[in-house]
Each structure stands twice: as structure tokens, then as C-alpha cells.
């Protein structure tokens, strides 16, 4: 089974060329998100502190740009499902267990 397949059984999506089109959305917003690291500047030198307000501010921001990406792309619907299963885990690690 090739990569592609994989990603598609693991996906669950219908043709090559969708797991391709995903993967473009996924390489532009995170390329989106290193160019505005670098254009508010942060790097090597920046404080710990500002660069951990960064990371924590990035979540939203990378999440918009997914949505927005998958807009552009025609895969919005699957992106927004995506996004749904990975608050759900985020929501699930702060419940308490009883």
C-alpha cells in the first residue's frame, strides 16, 4: 500500500489528488505561519517569554489559516471536520476524570 493510500484510508477520502490537495493546504498555512514569525520577528535571540505567547497566540491563527486554505483549495469540508476532532482531544485533556 503506498503512502497516498494510507493517507486516504486514513483520511477517508475518495481520490489521490484530494490527499494531494490536502497536503498543499497543510504546506501553505504552515509556511504561512513561519512567515509571520519572521515578519513580527521572532528568532533565536527573542526572549522565552515572547516566544511562548507566540506559540500559545499561533493555535488560532494556524487554525484560521487551515479553514481559510481549505476554503481556497475546495476542501473546506473536510478541514472543518478535522478542526472539529482536534478540539474535541484538546477539550478532552482538560475534562476532569473521575
Not at 504546506?27 to 515578519?39: E, F, N, P, R
Request: hydrophobic share 50%.
Amino acid at each position: 500500500m503506498s503512502f497516498i493510500d494510507k493517507l486516504k484510508s486514513r483520511w477517508q477520502v475518495k481520490s489521490g489528488l484530494q490527499v494531494l490537495i490536502i497536503l498543499v493546504v497543510f504546506a501553505c498555512t504552515g509556511y504561512s505561519i513561519v512567515l509571520i514569525k519572521h515578519l513580527i520577528g521572532i528568532n533565536a535571540e527573542t526572549s522565552v517569554s515572547n516566544r511562548i505567547l507566540f506559540y500559545v497566540g499561533v493555535l488560532p491563527i494556524y487554525n484560521l489559516l487551515l479553514l481559510g486554505y481549505g476554503f481556497i483549495f475546495g476542501q473546506f469540508k473536510f478541514f472543518l471536520a478535522f478542526e472539529k476532532r482536534f478540539f474535541s482531544k484538546i477539550i478532552n485533556l482538560f475534562r476532569s476524570k473521575k
